[in-house]
């Protein structure tokens, strides 16, 4: 069994910064890429940010330049930086993982997601 648990979330004003977390626990053999998605009312589930098992990183173009998306694999936890907060930024934050398993087997397992709110 492996657990995707995410934190951070909150309240931030426009222009402002908050750092999300997503840690793997339980069977956890290996992780591969890493995935930050978002979904905010009413819209689809939107990939924000990815990364893969050496560190190489893609973002989507609404938040290039603004958000970082980093890994400690000591702590089999990815983060997100975001900075320069707009109110468009306001959803649900998810974390995606590509894990390996201890029966060796890679599955795709989600967090439970948390709420980001953007506002003044």
């Known amino acids: 069994q492996v657990q995707l648990v995410e934190s951070g979330g909150g309240l931030v004003q426009p222009g402002g910064s908050l750092t999300l977390s997503c840690a793997a626990s339980?069977?956890?053999?290996?992780?591969?890429?890493m995935e930050w998605y978002r979904q905010a009312p009413g819209k689809e589930r939107d990939l924000v940010a990815g990364i893969t098992s050496d560190g190489s990183t893609n973002y989507a173009d609404s938040v290039k330049g603004r958000f970082t998306i980093s890994r400690d694999n000591a702590k089999n936890t990815v983060y997100l930086q975001m900075n320069s907060l707009k109110p468009e930024d306001t959803a649900v934050y998810l974390c995606?993982?590509?894990?390996?398993?201890?029966?060796?087997?890679?599955?795709?397992?989600w967090g439970q997601g948390t709420q980001v709110i953007v506002s003044s």
């Open positions: 339980g069977s956890v053999l290996r992780i591969n890429r």
């Open positions: 995606n993982g590509y894990i390996q398993a201890l029966d060796y087997i890679q599955r795709s397992y």
